[in-house]
């Protein structure tokens, strides 16, 4: 019998603008549940979490490394999951060009350090054939963040090709991309406030709508000002904008930035964005300027040099071709071996609940143990069954967030986890 491992990622981002309450208890009931239900050796359970000081802290380079252990040791038989509590975000490309829902979908570690779809994308495409990877992330914005897996529940990415197709038989307007702008911003800082504008009002009164009635609702989304205000803090940069994100990112963590934001750095250095497409580099070409003027600064002297050092954890990435740095870049194959169960769809807010008890939890990592329950240990319960039956939970709750499954046809019908 195959080894059974896990990753677990708990974010609560403690005394800072998106503190949320219940990630931390997320993983250690998923935690508990692994063990009981599921038959996985506790030390063969990694966790990391922000108000935990016993764990690793869960900065983007600490979870890239424990997932590529993951997956690195992983061997035919293997049952990989990993769990994800805490913020997600919706990045807007910098190119011109977007995915199939218009974004880089994101979740956000507690240094601000973005892992972006492609990057789980890439980590799911080592995992070896007959083994299993399977991603929970409880998080907003989460659909289709293992890109281009095939949507079995959900409608992120046919809503998002939909946008696709209106964009490319309407001509642009500049008043109208303003407008959905505002609107984007005052439905993110309503949203991030617990006002959600997209749930139902709470008139039913049993046990299930009580629950959510009585609980102080926060959302797990984290408007794009708010995280450039909190990326600001922890870079201790001043001139961030959302036109210099990736950028950023990259000046300030170097190697440990992911492998998608070196990879934009090396062509958008090189020039290769602007030769591609000059329409659409304008605020790219001007953070590259930038990079390569903080690097000439940052050295004593010698310019060239700086350039090389500074931008060098870049230069080592291979870039065949300019469309791998677009957000949503065409997968080569798609990733067969992972299944991803999110929190929502792109367009969505996952919830962050606290009840009058002071216990505190993800709405769908509540719906997730909530189905759980009802079987008795031993009982199959498949990846569909259990997203069909989480949204029917949430929607008894009053809340129109939909959880969706991503992966084959294949994992579908499979066991959630495992069988065990």
Request: aromatic share 4%.
């Amino acid at each position: 019998m195959g080894r059974k491992r896990a990753v677990l990622v708990g974010i609560n981002y403690p005394g800072t603008e998106g503190e949320l309450k219940g990630c931390l208890n997320d993983v250690a009931r998923m935690r508990r549940c692994l063990v009981d239900r599921f038959g996985f050796d506790d030390a063969n359970i990694r966790v990391l979490a922000d108000a935990d000081q016993s764990t690793p802290p869960p900065t983007g380079a600490n979870i890239r490394l424990e997932l590529e252990r993951l997956v690195g040791d992983a061997r035919p038989g293997d049952t990989l999951f990993f769990h994800y509590s805490g913020h997600g975000l919706q990045l807007p490309p910098e190119t011109g060009q977007d995915d199939d829902t218009g974004y880089d979908e994101c979740i956000v570690p507690c240094d601000t350090n973005l892992i972006k779809d492609q990057d789980f994308t890439e980590l799911v495409r080592k995992v070896p054939d007959g083994c299993l990877f399977t991603m929970v992330s409880d998080s907003c914005h989460s659909g289709g963040l293992i890109d281009k897996t095939k949507e079995q529940i959900g409608n992120s990415t046919k809503q998002g090709k939909a946008r696709q197709r209106q964009r490319e038989t309407r001509p642009p307007s500049t008043g109208a991309n303003l407008c959905a702008s505002l609107i984007g911003a005052v439905r993110g800082a309503l949203e991030y406030i617990g006002i959600r504008l997209h749930c139902r009002g709470h008139q039913q009164q049993s046990g299930d709508e009580v629950k959510a009635q009585d609980a102080t609702v926060a959302s797990r989304s984290l408007p794009l000002s708010t995280y450039i205000r909190m990326l600001k803090h922890q870079t201790g940069k001043e001139d961030v904008g959302v036109g210099s994100i990736r950028a950023t990112l990259f000046h300030h963590f170097g190697e440990d930035a992911t492998p998608k934001i070196k990879k934009f750095i090396k062509a958008m250095a090189g020039g290769m964005l602007h030769r591609h497409n000059p329409d659409h580099v304008t605020a790219a070409g001007a953070t590259g300027t930038e990079l390569t003027r903080n690097a000439k600064a940052d050295g004593d002297e010698g310019g060239d040099q700086a350039d090389a050092l500074r931008l060098g954890p870049a230069m080592q990435e291979d870039v065949r071709n300019v469309e791998e740095v677009y957000a949503g870049a065409a997968a080569r194959v798609p990733p067969r071996n992972g299944v991803l169960i999110s929190g929502c769809q792109t367009d969505e807010s996952s919830s962050d609940l606290t009840m009058a008890d002071g216990a505190s939890y993800g709405a769908l990592s509540n719906a997730i143990q909530d189905v759980l329950a009802e079987e008795k240990r031993g009982k199959v319960v498949s990846n569909r069954e259990l997203v069909l039956r989480a949204r029917g939970l949430l929607s008894k709750q009053g809340y129109v967030q939909k959880p969706g499954l991503y992966c084959s046809d294949e994992h579908a019908d499979a066991a959630f986890i495992c069988a065990d």
